[in-house]
């Protein structure tokens, strides 16, 4: 079965940086987009970024553009976040999920089916 399983979460000041690591397993995880989606509390869930099956194309939410880095290691089944200058409205439950969407016209448009349980991430002086 698919399983997404996100680690590297964890309370920061203003400014600084993590980099959030998503497991993959259970499907061909180089053949899918992946996107990371935050959802921050009491509010709907925010995608944040996607990246193609080879790596080479990204898409950000404009409110991270210029800030976080999405990657992906095919041979490791893993999924990456990079994220700096961190805001405290970053502050979120941050998912790692498998895509079903497309980009039409440079814009991402997400859809997704699978998703892990979440890291927490919490900016906060």
């Known amino acids: 079965q698919v399983q997404l399983v996100e680690s590297g979460g964890g309370m920061v000041q203003p400014g600084g940086s993590l980099r959030l690591s998503c497991a993959a397993s259970g499907f061909t995880f180089g053949s899918y987009d992946m996107s990371w989606v935050r959802q921050a509390p009491g509010k709907g869930p925010e995608w944040v970024s996607a990246i193609k099956p080879g790596g080479g194309r990204t898409y950000y939410a404009d409110s991270v553009k210029g800030r976080f880095t999405i990657t992906r290691d095919n041979a490791k089944n893993t999924l990456y976040l990079q994220m700096n200058n961190l805001k405290p409205e970053d502050t979120a439950l941050y998912h790692c999920?498998?895509?079903?969407?497309?980009?039409?016209?440079?814009?991402?448009?997400?859809?997704?089916?699978?998703w892990g349980q979440g890291t927490q991430v919490t900016v906060s002086s």
């Open positions: 999920v498998r895509e079903r969407g497309r980009e039409y016209s440079g814009t991402y448009y997400s859809e997704y089916d699978y």
